[in-house]
T-cell receptor, first 113, second 113 residues
Framework: GENVEQHPSTLSVQEGDSAVIKCTYS??????FPWYKQELGKRPQLIID?????GEKKDQRIAVTLNKTAKHFSLHITETQPEDSAVYFC????????????FGKGTHLIIQP | KAGVTQTPRYLIKTRGQQVTLSCSPI?????VSWYQQTPGQGLQFLFE???????NKGNFPGRFSGRQFSNSRSEMNVSTLELGDSALYLC????????????FGQGTRLTVV
């Protein structure tokens, strides 16, 4: 089955700086890649997603890039703010919805004031 | 539009008992997936239902089961509870299974003692 590796497990950045979280996946049949943000005690919240026919997608301060050849995708957050502090999960899903989402282990993003 | 609703929010059960958790998806969404979240294993896919049929299942023992009703509401059941079943159980709803956004409920925190 699919395996998703996520790095780093913890990332501390100064407020206003950029943060990058990277994920790799193993199954070349995966074609849907969402990112979730989970604040302490709350539900995972979908913040952005990308499909395999697209190389990059942006939404305000958040962007995701996908390299299908290398089987990796990344989340970029620019001009970080204190409210960006949370755990971020990447995930992958095979085409046709044959399986559920396979998640990475998560990255704890800490924004230092 | 109301979000995904899970009940109950918290449960404490004794080893050997069984438990039933409920999930009401977003209105109009017909696909419901269940995930187990633990500190050690992260988010793991349990199963997915669409049109009252289980489409796929993750790597969990047969003690974990579920069903979906004609109104798309879903329940999951865990029989013969073990201490290791203590976790946050999350359900996610989607319009349809394949490659569409999945939105999570707040989860049910199950503690087995």
């Amino acid at each position: 089955g699919e395996n998703v590796e996520q790095h780093p497990s913890t990332l501390s950045v100064q407020e206003g700086d950029s943060a990058v979280i990277k994920c790799t996946y193993s199954d070349s049949a995966s074609n849907y890649f969402p990112w979730y943000k989970q604040e302490l005690g709350k539900r995972p919240q979908l913040i952005i997603d990308i499909r395999s026919n697209v190389g990059e997608k942006k939404d305000q301060r958040i962007a995701v890039t996908l390299n299908k050849t290398a089987k990796h995708f990344s989340l970029h957050i620019t001009e970080t703010q204190p409210e960006d502090s949370a755990v971020y999960f990447c995930a992958a899903r095979r085409g046709g919805g044959a399986d559920g989402l396979t998640f990475g282990k998560g990255t704890h993003l800490i924004i230092q004031p | 539009k109301a979000g995904v609703t899970q009940t109950p929010r918290y449960l404490i059960k004794t080893r050997g008992q069984q438990v039933t958790l409920s999930c009401s998806p977003i209105s109009g969404h017909r696909s419901v997936s269940w995930y187990q979240q633990t500190p050690g294993q992260g988010l793991q896919f349990l199963f997915e239902y669409f049109s009252e049929t289980q489409r796929n299942k993750g790597n969990f023992p047969g003690r974990f089961s579920g069903r979906q009703f004609s109104n798309s509401r879903s329940e999951m059941n865990v029989s013969t509870l073990e201490l290791g079943d203590s976790a946050l159980y999350l359900c996610a709803s989607s319009l349809e299974p394949a490659n569409t956004e999945a939105f999570f409920g707040q989860g049910t925190r199950l503690t087995v003692v």
